[in-house]
Nanobody, 126 residues
């Protein structure tokens, strides 16, 4: 059974940092691109970042987080991390990790990702 479990969310002041983790099990982790998406109530799900399968040599960041967020993967621990620095109130959302086999055509399009975690809440206060 494929499982993706997010952790690391919480409440932080603007300018602070959080590190999200996505622990994966039930599939060959190396073969999958892992993405982070976020969704605020009433808004569409937004692709935040992703890291390619295998050695993670390719990464994607949404313009809204470039220079502030860093994605990485540990293929031994089957975990992907999202380091979020200089957080802003507009980063407030539920953050989801998702898996797509090999390298999807786009990291910002949710339907390309077939498996999803339950999400972790990130709240940034002003």
């Amino acid at each position: 059974e494929v499982q993706l479990v997010e952790s690391g969310g919480g409440l932080v002041q603007a300018g602070g940092s959080l590190r999200l983790s996505c622990a994966a099990s039930g599939f060959r982790f190396d073969d999958y691109t892992i993405g982070w998406f976020r969704q605020d109530p009433g808004k569409e799900r937004e692709g935040v970042s992703c890291i390619s399968s295998s050695d993670g040599d390719s990464t994607y960041y949404a313009n809204s987080v470039k220079g502030r967020f860093t994605i990485s993967r540990d293929n031994v621990r089957n975990t992907v991390y999202l380091q979020m620095n200089s957080l802003k109130p507009e980063d407030t959302a539920v953050y989801y990790c998702a898996a797509a086999l090999d390298r999807p055509p786009s990291c910002s399009v949710a339907p390309y990702f077939g498996d999803w975690g339950q999400g972790t809440q990130v709240t940034v206060s002003s």
